[in-house]
C-alpha cells in the first residue's frame, strides 16, 4: 500500500504556541444563541493572556460588530468591535467599490447590514424602484414582504449580493434556518441566483482579519466545515474543528477533500493541547491509519476500530477514522449510506469527552 499524505497536521507544542492570531467562528463555537459554550471564555481569555489576538468571523449579518463585541463580553470573552469581522462588512466594501457614495441599495436584512452599508456611504432602502443593487443578510425577523421585494427587484435584474449562504444557524434547539435558504427562496421565485456571495468560505473576511491582526501565523477556528473550514483552506490557514457545533462525527468521515481541517478538538479547551499528526497506508480500496496508539482500517465499506486507545483528549480514534475515510475516499471507494452509519457509531463509541462536557457535535 501507499502512504499518501496526511491532513492531521502535528504541532511542535501547543496549537496557542504554533499560531499567533486565532479567526474564531462564533455560532457554535464561542457561543450558541445567547449561551456561551463551555469552556469557551477561559480558553479564549487565557489565549489573549498569553500574547494572542482574536478575530471573531462570522457569516452572520443580522447585528452590527459593537453588538456581537458587547455581547462577547456578556460572556466574558475579551472583544472590541474591532475584533469583529462581519460578511455584511464584506458586502457593503465590495458594492461601494461598484457605486458612488450615496447610491440607494435595496436592504433585505436588518440592523449590521444597514449599519455596514452606511459605514462605506452607501444609502439603504426598501424601495426597489430607487435602487441600484440588492444586498441579502440574515435576519430572524425577515418576513415575505421584504423576500418579495427582494425578488421583484432580482427579476427586474438589479445586481444581487448575498452575505452568505449558510443553510443553518445553530440555536439552543439545533439548526434553524439560515441566510441560504432565504436566499434560495428569492433564487428559486426569481429565477436566478446571487451575482456575488460574500462571506465565508470565501477568502474575503479571513484576508481581512489577518490584515486587521497583522497575524503571521493566524488559525482558523469553526465548526462548520463548508464554511469554516473550507474558507481555511481556501485562504491558505491551519484550521482547527471544534465538535460544539454544527459538525460531528459522521459529517467528518464525509468531509470532501477541501473542507477538512488540519485539527480537531472537543471544544476551545483544544488551543492548549498538543496536537499529534496521523500515518496512513492506502491502496486497492483499503486503508489503515494510525494515530499515537490509536488504529482504524478500511476495507470492502466497513470501518474497525482495530486500537481504540482515545489518547490524552480522547479524538485519536476519530482522527486516524477520518483519515483512513478519507484515504479510501479519494481511492472512489468511500463510506456511504449504512456503512458510514456504522463508521461514525464505531468512532463515537471509542471517543472520550472530557469530564463534564456536553457535547452537541458526538
Not at 444563541?33 to 462570522?58: K, Y
Not at 460544539?244 to 472537543?266: D, F, K, M, N, Q
Not at 488551543?271 to 491502496?283: E, I, N, S, W
Not at 483528549?313 to 472512489?332: C, I, K, Q, T, Y
Request: net charge negative; with cysteine; proline share 7%.
Amino acid at each position: 500500500m501507499s502512504t499518501p499524505a496526511a491532513h492531521f497536521l502535528p504541532t511542535t507544542a501547543t496549537l496557542l504556541h504554533d499560531h499567533d492570531a486565532l479567526l474564531l467562528d462564533l455560532d457554535g463555537v464561542v457561543y450558541v444563541g445567547p449561551e456561551a459554550v463551555p469552556h469557551a471564555a477561559r480558553a479564549l481569555t487565557a489565549a489573549v493572556e498569553a500574547g494572542h489576538r482574536l478575530g471573531f468571523i462570522t457569516n452572520n449579518a443580522s447585528r452590527p460588530p459593537a453588538t456581537v463585541a458587547a455581547h462577547l463580553r456578556d460572556l466574558d470573552v475579551p472583544a472590541t468591535a474591532q475584533d469583529v469581522v462581519n460578511s455584511a462588512q464584506a458586502a457593503a466594501e465590495h458594492l461601494a467599490r461598484e457605486f458612488p457614495a450615496g447610491s440607494p441599495v435595496l436592504l433585505v436584512g436588518t440592523t449590521g447590514l444597514r449599519e455596514a452599508l452606511t459605514d462605506v456611504g452607501l444609502r439603504p432602502t426598501g424601495d426597489r424602484h430607487e435602487a441600484v443593487a440588492v444586498v441579502q443578510g440574515f435576519s430572524p425577523d425577515l418576513g415575505w414582504q421584504q423576500l418579495a421585494e427582494a425578488t421583484h427587484a432580482v427579476r427586474s435584474g438589479l445586481p444581487w449580493i448575498a452575505t452568505n449562504l449558510d443553510a443553518t444557524v445553530p440555536t439552543p434547539g439545533g439548526p434553524a434556518p439560515g441566510n441560504g435558504l432565504l436566499v434560495d427562496l428569492v433564487a428559486r421565485a426569481a429565477g436566478r441566483g446571487p451575482d456575488v456571495v460574500c462571506g465565508k468560505p470565501e477568502p474575503a473576511l479571513f484576508d481581512a482579519a489577518v490584515t486587521r491582526l497583522r497575524a503571521r501565523r493566524a488559525l482558523v477556528v469553526g465548526d462548520r466545515l463548508d464554511t469554516d473550514l473550507q474558507g481555511a483552506r481556501t485562504a491558505g490557514l491551519d484550521g482547527l474543528l471544534v465538535l460544539t457545533g454544527v459538525t460531528g462525527v459522521r459529517e467528518l468521515l464525509a468531509a470532501a477533500p477541501h473542507e477538512r481541517p488540519t485539527h480537531v478538538g472537543h471544544d476551545l479547551r483544544s488551543l492548549a493541547d498538543t496536537h499529534p499528526g496521523v500515518r496512513v497506508r492506502a491502496g486497492d480500496g483499503q486503508a489503515a491509519a494510525t494515530c499515537r496508539d490509536a488504529v482504524v482500517e478500511v476495507t470492502g465499506g466497513r470501518l474497525t476500530v482495530t486500537a481504540g486507545e482515545a489518547g490524552p483528549d480522547g479524538l485519536d480514534v476519530l482522527r486516524a477514522a477520518a483519515e483512513a475515510s478519507w484515504a479510501v475516499a479519494d481511492a472512489g471507494a468511500g463510506l456511504a449510506g449504512d456503512g458510514l452509519d456504522a463508521a461514525a457509531g464505531a468512532v463515537r463509541d471509542a471517543l472520550v469527552v472530557p469530564s463534564g462536557d456536553v457535547r452537541a457535535g458526538l
